[in-house]
């Protein structure tokens, strides 16, 4: 569905991507994991057209799209949820969604997404007229899920949706994305949280500053001394043992 073969992204001269080639089947659930800074959400801003590559090529279905406007991409079916949720505070929840639908000409069709939204998130029904802004830290990120649902897109882009989140909440939110995938959605999900990421995903890829320095299973990472020593062992990374605790 989504491939990228030698993507090369700059932010003026400072190289953020260095050759990252990376793919994506129809109905797989594929995770992105690195440090901060790694380059992680470059690689979906260029992926959606947000920051244009300087080489490689991007194809989504069969299509080359790394030089496709934002919302050329966005009809084409990929959507992104960014990170931060980035929803809007000041609207209603609906209101939010509304702005995910922004395409959809159709009321008939419009409503039917709602719908479908509110099936997956039934706490963001009964705050249609509530203010987002005021929403708790996982019901903002449901929102911000929500929204992107509403184009129906063939793939999905989460951008750490984990982030600021606490544990109890981490969990509800990797169990949501774990149902959207059993239900269907392609997606492809960057994260720093290694252990949530990976029991979830089918495969994944490791990024260090703008390159993929190794990718696999969840069984072919957790037996890779690379990662447990030089990534996952690292600074704020918990030790193995609490890590690799069970699937």
Request: charged share 25%; hydrophobic share 40%.
């Amino acid at each position: 569905m989504l491939k990228l073969v030698g993507v090369e992204t700059f932010y003026g001269k400072i190289k953020a991507l260095h050759g990252v080639s990376l793919s994506v089947e129809e109905g797989q659930l594929v995770c992105i994991l690195g440090a901060n800074g790694a380059g992680k959400t470059t690689i979906l801003k260029t992926i959606c057209g947000i920051t244009e590559p300087e080489y490689g090529t991007i194809h989504f279905n069969d299509e080359r799209i790394d030089h496709k406007d934002p919302e050329d991409i966005i009809k084409m079916g990929i959507s992104l949820v960014p990170e931060n949720r980035r929803i809007f505070p000041e609207l209603s929840v609906y209101e939010n969604l509304m702005m995910g639908g922004f395409l959809i000409k159709e009321k008939e069709l419009f409503e039917e997404r709602i719908e479908r939204v509110t099936s997956h998130f039934p706490i963001l029904s009964k705050r249609g007229s509530q203010r987002a802004g005021t929403l708790s830290g996982g019901e903002q990120q449901m929102l911000a899920i929500g929204r992107a649902l509403m184009l129906d897109p063939k793939l999905l882009l989460l951008d750490e949706p984990s982030l600021g989140l606490s544990p109890k909440l981490v969990k509800e939110i990797f169990t949501i994305i774990k149902d959207l995938h059993k239900s269907g959605v392609t997606i492809l999900l960057v994260e720093q949280n290694v252990n949530h990421a990976l029991r979830i995903a089918d495969y994944g890829y490791v990024l260090t500053t703008g390159k993929i320095f190794l990718s696999g299973t969840y069984e072919e990472l957790l037996d890779e001394e690379k990662v447990r020593e030089q990534y996952l062992g690292e600074g704020k990374y918990v030790r193995r043992s609490k890590l690799w605790s069970g699937r």
